[in-house]
């Protein structure tokens, strides 16, 4: 595809963007690792335009630079363990090509919450995380649905202008 590193800087642009907004949004939900998940919508995105590769690199570099730019080094190591999860999760979803976006979306919140999960129970040493884990799912499930309903909605739009190219 012509442009596509473009295009692909585009989508990585847009997930920093995003990032910041959610770093900026007086989002408090009372529980600890709950955030709204804004910029994988451009990982779901990537998925569904650009195929699995290109999405497991923009889901690494996102994590990488948004922790950097947004947060610090214990939250790149939390967040790049989750998103791993969930893009790896999304991929076997899409490639079997029986889900929608916002289903492929919501195990990929889901598994992102399971994979910081993880990491916690491995830095806290305690057993006592694992009564987060319904919590997390449902905010998961959710925050993945809604943004899987967004990708949904424009992504007919965006593979119009992407088959279209440019003059």
């Known amino acids: 595809m012509k442009n596509k590193t473009a295009y692909l800087g585009l989508l990585l642009a847009f997930a920093l963007i995003?990032?910041?907004?959610?770093?900026?949004?007086?989002?408090?939900?009372?529980?600890?690792?709950?955030?709204?998940?804004?910029?994988?919508?451009?990982?779901?995105?990537?998925?569904?335009?650009?195929?699995?590769?290109d999405a497991f690199v923009l889901t690494i570099v996102k994590a990488l630079l948004s922790g950097f730019m947004f947060g610090s080094l214990s939250m790149i190591m939390y967040s790049l363990t989750g998103a791993l999860v969930s893009a790896f999760v999304m991929t076997i979803l899409q490639k079997t090509h029986w889900f929608h976006v916002p289903v492929v979306s919501a195990a990929g919140g889901v598994a992102h919450n399971l994979g910081q999960l993880l990491v916690a129970f491995f830095?806290?040493?305690?057993?006592?995380?694992?009564?987060?884990?319904?919590?997390?799912?449902?905010?998961?499930?959710?925050?993945?649905?809604?943004?899987?309903?967004?990708?949904?909605?424009?992504?007919p739009y965006i593979q119009t202008i992407l088959s279209k190219g440019t003059p």
């Open 18 to 53: 995003l990032s910041y907004i959610e770093t900026i949004i007086p989002f408090q939900s009372g529980i600890p690792g709950i955030k709204l998940g804004l910029a994988n919508l451009a990982v779901v995105l990537c998925l569904y335009l650009f195929g699995w590769k």
């Open 123 to 155: 830095v806290v040493e305690t057993y006592g995380i694992v009564y987060y884990i319904p919590i997390l799912m449902i905010a998961g499930l959710i925050t993945g649905i809604l943004i899987g309903i967004v990708a949904a909605l424009v992504l």
